[in-house]
C-alpha cells in the first residue's frame, strides 16, 4: 500500500502564486519504481478532473485552463511531484489531489493507483 501526504494549500488572494507538493511512501514494503505523477482537482458540483501530470522521464501534460500558469514538476528520489502554481484565479478554487502508479514490493510486485487525501485552495477575487 502506497500513502500520499500532500501540503501547500491555503487561501491566497487572486494573481498570488501557491506550492503544493505530494510525497509518497510505502505503508508496508518498498516502492521500487513511480510511474505518472499527476495533480487533480475537484470543485463543488463538478466532476475530478486533470490538472497536469508528469511521467518518470519528466515529459509534462497540462489542462488548457492552467497552460502558462502551472509547473508541475518531481524528484524520483525524494518519491516527491510539486505543483508550482502562479497567476491564480478564483476559478482555480478547489481542492488539489495528488495520483501516481506505483510498484511495490513485498513478497512479490505490486501496482498500486495511490490517491491523495486532497488539499484544499482557494483564491479569493
Known amino acids: 500500500q502506497v500513502q500520499l501526504v500532500e501540503s501547500g494549500g491555503g487561501l491566497v488572494q487572486a494573481g498570488g502564486s501557491l506550492r503544493l507538493s505530494c510525497t509518497a511512501s510505502?505503508?508496508?514494503?518498498?516502492?521500487?519504481?513511480?510511474?505518472?505523477m499527476g495533480w487533480y482537482r475537484q470543485s463543488p458540483g463538478n466532476r475530478r478532473e486533470l490538472v497536469a501530470t508528469?511521467?518518470?522521464?519528466?515529459?509534462?501534460t497540462y489542462a488548457n485552463a492552467v497552460k502558462g500558469r502551472f509547473t508541475i514538476s518531481r524528484d524520483n528520489a525524494k518519491k516527491t511531484v510539486w505543483l508550482q502554481m502562479n497567476s491564480l484565479k478564483p476559478e482555480d478554487t478547489a481542492v488539489y489531489y495528488c495520483n501516481l502508479q506505483a510498484e511495490v514490493l513485498t513478497d512479490q510486485f505490486l501496482p498500486y493507483d495511490a490517491w491523495g487525501q486532497g488539499t484544499q485552495v482557494t483564491v479569493s477575487s
Open positions: 510505502a505503508v508496508s514494503g518498498r516502492i521500487t519504481s513511480i510511474h505518472d
Open positions: 508528469v511521467t518518470r522521464g519528466g515529459t509534462t
